[in-house]
């Protein structure tokens, strides 16, 4: 038996990659480097394209970082290629994006049991086991296929934020250091403060810079993660200082706090690049030079990489899909990634595993694992196929977990009881499924 799956980004390289190491032949069909979305730009696989973080690698106190654990011990291939390719951030976990897609194109194209064909599919997989992974920027035709089929397509806008080049950084007017000083070592982050005077002008900058168009775009859109910093800025003149510029945790080479910090992330391992991290934007690219150029550490920056901003589609997940992300009124055809209602790199790529793990077991008869909430795998399956009128993308959060057996008032101590439940339930699942699926 073979499965089809259609779109090599995070998701789709999950899905092929647990399916052929349990044995199942996979024809995985990719658009590039034949035809790119308005996004991408490499050929390799799992390209990421709005940040290079894969956010907390916290697994007892942040949700995110727990779900990656769940992956891992589920044998996760963004997991393995992460710590392959992993650049210095603090807490969090992010790589060199470049050396992060190559090991994942690598892992795939080797893999005996995946046969990679390079094709634009146009229409829904009509025959035979498919998962659908084309993610947040469908090409038109297959989406238009959708929405004929379907139904019930939604959409958002999503932001990416700028790269500067390391070497135009005024690195005499930043310090280094990560909040609360939770790095490995002396610090990951670049960390460029401004007074309340350049604070304010640059925000009065940013409210009135020019935008670019977006065709039908209404903010009610915007998924609240990524919405641009222009859009945060005009909801208050401190909305930024008690987000992506807060200083909290923050001081300077002579123990002060600033008054705001714009943090910089390195983008690759040489250090040659950096993000604006929480910097996503819909500036028109002059006024991105102008504004961020008023930041005094970035006085001289050249932008590697400007910000934009795209239109992600998203299923109805809770009327089409069932709970292992199989089709309702097709079992045999999955969806996994951005598409079903999950938001962010790791969740996307976790989804992929849950339709490989529903595509696996329905291949062999089996009845699907029956996700409950006391994991963010399992809430996150409920999220896509729990009835919900007002359904919206969901990032991993410890809110959409099953609370504790017991009253917890202290909120680290709770956090660490749900991830502890959390991963004993993965590991015996992991088990049961190596058991049944060898």
Same mark, same amino acid.
């Given at each position: 038996m073979q499965v089809t799956i259609v779109?090599?980004?995070?998701?789709?390289?999950?899905?092929?990659?647990?399916?052929?190491?349990?044995?199942?032949?996979?024809?995985?069909?990719?658009?590039?480097?034949?035809?790119?979305?308005?996004?991408?730009?490499?050929?390799?696989?799992?390209?990421?394209?709005?940040?290079?973080?894969?956010?907390?690698?916290?697994?007892?106190?942040?949700?995110?970082?727990?779900?990656?654990?769940?992956?891992?011990?589920?044998?996760?291939?963004?997991?393995?290629? !992460?710590?392959? +390719?992993?650049?210095? $951030?603090?807490?969090?976990?992010?790589?060199? %994006? *470049?050396? #992060?897609?190559?090991?994942?194109?690598?892992?795939?194209?080797?893999?005996?049991?995946?046969?990679?064909?390079?094709?634009?599919?146009?229409?829904?997989?009509?025959?035979?086991?498919?998962?659908?992974?084309?993610?947040?920027?469908?090409?038109?035709?297959?989406?238009?296929?959708?929405?004929?089929?379907?139904?019930?397509?939604?959409?958002?806008?999503?932001?990416?934020?700028?790269?500067?080049?390391?070497?135009?950084?005024?690195?005499?007017?930043?310090?280094?250091?990560?909040?609360?000083?939770?790095?490995?070592?002396?610090?990951?982050?670049?960390?460029?403060?401004?007074?309340?005077?350049?604070?304010?002008?640059?925000?009065? !900058?940013?409210? +009135?810079?020019?935008? $670019?168009?977006?065709?039908?775009?209404?903010? %009610? *859109?915007? #998924?609240?993660?990524?919405m641009p910093v222009e859009i945060m800025a005009s909801r208050g003149k401190d909305t930024l200082r008690f987000g992506m510029l807060k200083p909290v945790g923050l001081y300077d080479k002579d123990g002060k706090r600033p008054y705001a910090v714009l943090q910089l992330r390195k983008e690759n391992c040489a250090g040659t690049a950096y993000n604006l991290v929480g910097f996503q934007t819909n500036l028109k690219f002059p006024e991105q030079k102008r504004v961020f150029s008023m930041i005094p550490a970035l006085h001289d920056a050249e932008f590697l990489r400007y910000g934009v901003m795209h239109r992600n589609t998203f299923l109805n997940a809770p009327k089409l899909l069932n709970a292992d992300f199989s089709l309702k009124t097709r079992p045999q055809l999955f969806f996994a990634g951005q598409m079903t209602g999950v938001e962010g790199y790791v969740e996307s790529a976790a989804s992929g595993i849950l339709a490989a793990i529903g595509c696996a077991l329905r291949l062999k008869g089996l009845q699907p694992v029956q996700w409950d909430a006391a994991t963010v795998c399992g809430s996150l399956a409920l999220h896509v196929s729990t009835p919900n009128a007002d359904f919206q993308p969901m990032n991993a959060n410890y809110g959409i977990l099953q609370p504790p057996e017991t009253h917890v008032r202290d909120k680290a101590l709770k956090k660490r009881l749900l991830s502890e439940r959390s991963l004993e339930k993965i590991r015996a699942l992991a088990a049961e499924l190596e058991g049944v699926l060898h």
């Open positions: 779109g090599a980004g995070l998701a789709g390289c999950e899905a092929a990659h647990f399916l052929a190491t349990h044995g199942v032949r996979v024809r995985l069909a990719e658009s590039k480097p034949q035809k790119f979305t308005p996004a991408h730009s490499s050929k390799n696989f799992a390209e990421l394209v709005c940040s290079n973080s894969l956010k907390s690698n916290d697994v007892y106190g942040n949700a995110c970082g727990l779900l990656k654990e769940e992956m891992r011990l589920l044998g996760s291939l963004t997991m393995q290629a !992460a710590e392959a +390719s992993r650049v210095p $951030a603090g807490g969090a976990l992010a790589v060199d %994006r *470049d050396a #992060f897609s190559a090991y994942v194109t690598q892992k795939i194209e080797q893999n005996p049991n995946v046969e990679v064909v390079c094709e634009e599919v146009k229409t829904l997989p009509q025959d035979g086991y498919a998962i659908v992974a084309t993610g947040p920027l469908t090409l038109d035709a297959l989406a238009q296929d959708i929405v004929e089929k379907l139904g019930g397509n939604l959409f958002f806008y999503d932001a990416a934020a700028p790269i500067v080049s390391a070497s135009s950084i005024d690195f005499s007017k930043t310090f280094t250091a990560d909040r609360y000083g939770k790095g490995e070592g002396s610090g990951d982050y670049v960390n460029c403060p401004m007074t309340k005077e350049e604070y304010e002008a640059f925000v009065d !900058a940013l409210c +009135s810079a020019e935008r $670019a168009l977006v065709h039908d775009f209404d903010k %009610r *859109d915007v #998924f609240e993660g990524c």
